[in-house]
């Protein structure tokens, strides 16, 4: 069973960083195209930022570019999101996801139209509020 769980939210000033982290289980992150998720209350999903270790390729949605960064540790098979100068509307709980490579025809594809349903896998989610 492919199982992701998130850590590293919180309650964060507006300026201020988070870094979150999630854990692979039951399959090796590194043979898989992965991203970050986030909603809002009352808002769409929205795709932070995906990257394909396949071809090294990375998307960041234009919200989060120059402030968020994605990476992936092997030797612990976890993906991280570093989260620099967080602003209010950064406000949403955050999904890790992972899916076979060969199942996207590009990684921004990957982070525009992924949905629960079609990854391979997706956690459970971390709050991060980012408040005065």
């Known amino acids: 069973q492919l199982q992701l769980v998130e850590s590293g939210g919180g309650l964060v000033k507006p300026g201020g960083s988070l870094r979150l982290s999630c854990t692979a289980s039951g399959f090796t992150l590194d043979h898989y195209a992965i991203g970050w998720f986030r909603q809002a209350p009352g808002k769409e999903r929205e795709g932070v930022s995906c990257?394909?270790?396949?071809?090294?390729?990375?998307y960041y949605a234009d919200s989060v570019k120059d402030r968020f960064t994605i990476s992936r540790d092997s030797a612990q098979n976890t993906m991280t999101l570093q989260m620099n100068s967080l602003k209010s509307e950064d406000t949403a709980v955050y999904y890790c996801?992972?899916?076979?490579?060969?199942?996207?025809?590009?990684?921004?594809?990957?982070?525009?139209?992924?949905?629960?349903?079609?990854?391979?896998?997706w956690g459970q989610g971390t709050q991060v509020t980012v408040s005065s």
């Open positions: 996801a992972a899916i076979a490579p060969q199942r996207i025809t590009s990684i921004r594809a990957m982070c525009l139209f992924a949905t629960k349903t079609n990854l391979d896998s």
């Open positions: 990257h394909n270790s396949k071809d090294g390729s990375t």
